[in-house]
Structure formats: C-alpha cells, structure tokens
C-alpha cells in the first residue's frame, strides 16, 4: 500500500499550488480520501475529504472557498486544488485513505507560503 503526495512547494501569499496524491495498493475507488495538514507546533488537521465516488466534499471553514478537493479513480489519485495561499495555509500536507478495512497515509508534502 502507497500514498505518495506530491505538488507542495514555497508559494507566496495570494498564490495556488495543486497537490496531488498518487495510491497504489489498495481499492482506492472504494475509500474516503481526506487531506489534512500539520503546521509546527499545532496539531494535525482536516482540510478536506470526500466520499469514494466523488459525490460529496467537506471543507474546514478555514479553507472553504479557497481549497478544491476532487479524484480521479481511473488514475488512482486525489487533488487539492489551493488558491489564494495565506501564510496561515503553512504545513505539511498528508493525504489519507479511509474505509472499514483500515486507514493508510502517505508522506507528506511541504507546503510553504512566504513572500
């Protein structure tokens, strides 16, 4: 089983980055994928999720109207789409695969925004 993120980078304030999450391993079309984030200091947090097939996103208020979660189960993959970056947006991003036969998580991705 491999999650394996990708896409992160130093971006400055009011900027977008797409964050991708490559799975491998597991029935993906059948699992939740959420991204969360982890800034120093604080703890993990959820930024987004949505359901196997893709009808239904959730957001932290934090992020909604700004952040777009989406995937694409004949690549295996999930994105997150991030516009206008704020400092606050700083962390390492995970992505997450959930259903009732476990939980995986990738890597990580750093995420950095800074002018």
């Known amino acids: 089983v491999q999650l394996v993120e990708s896409g992160g980078g130093l971006v400055q304030p009011g900027g977008s980055l797409r964050l991708s999450c490559a799975a491998s391993?597991?029935?993906?079309?059948?699992?939740?994928m959420t991204w969360y984030r982890q800034a120093p200091g604080k703890e993990r947090e959820m930024v987004a999720d949505?359901?196997?097939?893709?009808?239904?996103?959730n957001y932290a208020d934090s992020v909604k109207g700004r952040f777009t979660i989406s995937r694409d189960n004949a690549k295996n993959t999930v994105y997150l789409q991030m516009n206008s970056l704020k400092p606050a947006d700083t962390a390492v991003y995970y992505c997450?695969?959930?259903?009732?036969?476990?939980?995986?998580w990738g890597q990580g991705t750093q995420v950095t925004v800074s002018s």
């Open positions: 997450n695969a959930w259903s009732n036969g476990g939980a995986y």
């Open positions: 949505i359901t196997s097939a893709g009808g239904r996103t």
């Open positions: 391993g597991f029935a993906f079309s059948s699992y939740v």
